[in-house]
């Protein structure tokens, strides 16, 4: 089994196909749009992978972080989730970001990923609850002092406020909050870096 791959990337091919040489052997591996990006044509890469097998082809797909590697093998360990919606999953999410939709059960946030309708995400709120835990991944925390979840908060506070679904998705997948930080210091955040985006 493939684990992981150090190489050169040769071609990509949209919208989540890159190619990469390991040493003189090319492996088509596919990936989610963020690392898509990221691997540009001639520049050497490193990816975590998993490696699926079946009777009828075998599959790469390759992650920059074990965190992404491990939070997709979580996900399609759950029933129902093929590779496809885990890693429209984490095309929308981080591992950081997934770890607290389930902590927080924020459905809403759950079903902003495509194909991933209200009855499937409260399915996998249920069974991914408590899967997260052995990443050791931070989360927005204080939910359970002042008893409401900051993520969901942080979201129906950005939609109150006009944003729309990409905007607020984009910039919860950038932010990086301490670990004691506030709703309104979040909130402050996000903020500082939609105002900027939209100027």
């Known amino acids: 089994m493939i684990g992981s791959l150090r190489g050169t990337v040769l071609e990509r091919n949209a919208p989540a196909h890159v190619l990469v040489e390991v040493s003189g052997v090319g492996y088509i591996v596919t990936v989610t749009p963020r690392v898509f990006g990221e691997l540009e044509p001639t520049t050497a890469c490193f990816l975590y992978v998993h490696h699926q097998v079946r009777e009828d082809a075998q599959t790469l797909f390759g992650f920059l972080s074990r965190e992404e590697r491990d939070s997709f093998q979580i996900l399609i360990a759950a029933h129902g989730v093929g590779p496809s919606m885990a890693m429209a999953v984490l095309a929308t999410h981080s591992p950081k ?39 050791d991944l931070p989360s927005i925390s204080g939910a359970e002092s002042h008893g409401t979840s900051s ?47 939209r100027a």
């Open 151 to 197: 993520l969901g908060d942080l979201r129906e506070a950005l939609v109150g406020l006009g944003y729309d679904n990409e905007e607020i998705r984009s910039v919860l997948s950038e932010l990086n909050p301490a670990t004691d930080a506030t709703l309104e210091k979040v909130l402050r955040d996000a903020l500082q870096i939609l105002g900027a985006r």
């Open 97 to 135: 970001g997934l770890a607290n939709i389930v902590i927080t059960s924020d459905l809403a946030a759950l079903t902003m990923v495509p194909g991933v309708g209200k009855k499937t995400a409260e399915r996998l709120l249920v069974e991914l609850r408590g899967k997260f835990d052995m990443l």
